[in-house]
């Protein structure tokens, strides 16, 4: 229990359909992450929540549009992708973005997406 | 760019110790993280780095030396359990991001 929680843990979806994923912290953390994990590959940040606000897009395609009503939920809403895109996406929380960078992240279990 | 080299695999017998090397080139440091994440789970917090020097919590070791922008993981009496990958994390500092490595897989064999 790492105290942060994804779901859902496996996701099929064909590249027509909408899909979210879900993200909740219970460390009471201010900042949230997204990242993509692919087999052999390092994760990849995708995008970083601080206070609710989103401080990076590191150059994610539109079908990725992430959500962050406040700082303890963050959502990754998925639209018509690609198979390129199956990989585990894994979201992470850390207590401040920028003043304790010698705090770890906490990452959560992940979601394994497979796009048909 | 950012580079983070660590080797893919390796593998060590139960009771063994295993050294795992990670060397960085970043446009910023400040800190070097290493993760253990096993099969199907998610990445865990093993130890943090900052200064030059060792820094030791029980069975497992870190090191850092920043001049030569080289660490390493360094396992002992190896168990089982500590199958799995394990991920070097540099924190650039200038901009915040962790910038990872893309991990080495340890197998314990019998």
């Known amino acids: 229990e790492t105290g942060v929680t994804q779901t859902p843990r496996h996701l099929v979806m064909g590249m027509t359909n909408k899909k979210s994923l879900k993200c909740e912290q219970h460390l009471g953390h201010n900042a949230m992450y997204w990242y993509k994990q692919s087999a052999k590959k390092p994760l990849e940040l995708m995008f970083v929540y601080n206070f609710k606000e989103q401080t990076e897009n590191n150059s994610v395609p539109s079908r990725f549009s992430p959500e962050c009503p406040n700082s303890s939920h963050l959502f990754l809403h998925l639209h018509t992708l690609q198979p390129e895109d199956s990989a585990l996406y894994l979201c992470?929380?850390?207590?401040?973005?920028?003043?304790?960078?010698?705090?770890?992240?906490?990452f959560g279990d992940g979601t394994r997406l497979s796009i048909l | 760019g950012q580079n983070i080299d660590q080797p893919t695999e390796m593998t060590a017998t139960e009771g063994a110790i295993v050294q795992i090397n990670c060397t960085y080139q970043t446009s910023g440091f400040n800190g070097l993280f290493w993760y253990q994440q096993h099969a199907g789970e998610a990445p865990t917090f093993l130890s943090y780095?900052?200064?030059?020097g060792l820094e030791e919590k029980g069975r497992f070791s870190s090191f850092l030396s920043r001049s030569k922008g080289y660490s390493y993981l360094l396992l002992k009496e190896l168990q089982m359990k500590d199958s799995a990958s394990y991920l070097c994390?540099?924190?650039?500092?200038?901009?915040?991001?962790?910038?990872f490595g893309a991990g080495t897989t340890v197998t314990v064999r019998a």
């Open positions: 780095n900052v200064l030059d």
């Open positions: 992470a929380s850390s207590r401040h973005l920028k003043r304790a960078t010698n705090q770890p992240q906490h």
């Open positions: 994390a540099v924190n650039r500092g200038d901009d915040y991001k962790l910038s």
